[in-house]
């Protein structure tokens, strides 16, 4: 996977090449970056990016020429590599993505679809953001993470690149990547605990302490089908739930109304 950033902070972007299964994924070669950044693509004199909104109000907007140019650049670079690899007929996947609120949220299985690509360019705005053109003749795609403001794409850019780039063939290790089979089988994760035994006193489960491995896997499961149902029910619905399941989530209903947190 290549990943061509558009941005106006490219040093950002070494927090996600500097740390973590990101970074060793890196190193390993599994995949890359590169980052544009529109400055280097503004002609006028005064290197403009961009420019107050046509019918007013507060605020600036990303002019079109310079973000086009960087991602044509970007896509130019990408083209000589791939015929020097000899690879250009075999037509490899490209898509240009724009962060911003009024995206589609992403969730686990938009990431995973992503994982198939060859490259990503990720356009990261600025401001109030990007003169509409650029998105509608430029951009194949937007993403939101949520429904809030953040001050830039930067940040959500490096969000979706972690996310694709430990969904990677080999990034994370193979007991991982079983379980991390399609975000915990559409369920929220199960509580985890470690040491110590008794933390403020409040003790560990006991069942955790069994060494009897279908109860841990019994307890495990009936503890997300239970969280996925209070904190996120939605979720629940678009999955549904097989026999087993609904015996376990009952069994979860039972114990809250009860108040034991036992096995
Ligand atoms: C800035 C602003 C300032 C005053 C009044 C309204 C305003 N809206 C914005 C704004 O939305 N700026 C965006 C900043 C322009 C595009 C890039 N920026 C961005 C991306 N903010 N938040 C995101 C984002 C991306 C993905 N998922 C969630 C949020």
């Known amino acids: 996977m290549h990943v061509d950033c558009v941005s106006l902070f490219p040093d950002m972007f070494a927090a996600v090449i500097e740390h973590g299964v990101v970074r ?14 529109p400055r280097d ?12 909104p046509y019918g007013g109000g507060p605020g600036m907007v990303m002019r ?24 250009r007929a075999a037509g490899a996947a490209s898509r240009v993505i724009y962060l911003s609120p009024q995206g589609r949220p992403l969730d686990d299985a938009r990431v995973r679809e992503l994982v198939a690509l060859d490259r990503m360019v990720l356009l990261c705005g600025r401001y109030e953001g990007v003169d509409e053109r650029l998105l509608r003749q430029t951009v194949d795609e937007e993403i939101s993470l949520g ?27 193979d007991e991982r990547s079983a379980e991390q089979d399609s975000f915990n089988g559409g369920l929220l994760d199960c ?21 009897n491995h279908a109860q841990i896997e019994r307890w495990r499961l009936k503890q997300s089908l239970g969280r996925t149902w209070l904190r996120r029910p ?20 039972a114990e809250l109304n009860s108040g034991s947190t036992g096995q």
């Open 24 to 37: 060793r994924a890196h190193e390993q070669g599994r995949w890359s970056l590169e980052v544009w950044n």
């Open 41 to 52: 693509f503004a002609f006028d004199a005064y290197r403009t990016i961009d420019d107050r």
């Open 64 to 87: 079109p020429e310079p973000l086009a140019r960087a991602i044509d650049a970007a896509g130019a670079a990408w083209n000589a590599r791939q015929d020097a690899a000899g690879k």
């Open 147 to 173: 429904d809030y403001v953040i001050s830039g794409g930067e940040l959500a850019a490096m969000v979706l690149i972690d996310a694709v780039v430990r969904q990677l063939p080999g990034v994370l290790g």
């Open 191 to 211: 509580p985890h605990y470690t040491r110590p035994e008794v933390y403020a006193g409040e003790p560990v489960p006991p069942v955790l302490l069994s060494g």
């Open 234 to 253: 939605e979720l629940l619905a678009a999955r549904g739930m097989d026999a087993r399941e609904t015996v376990l989530l009952d069994e979860f209903r």
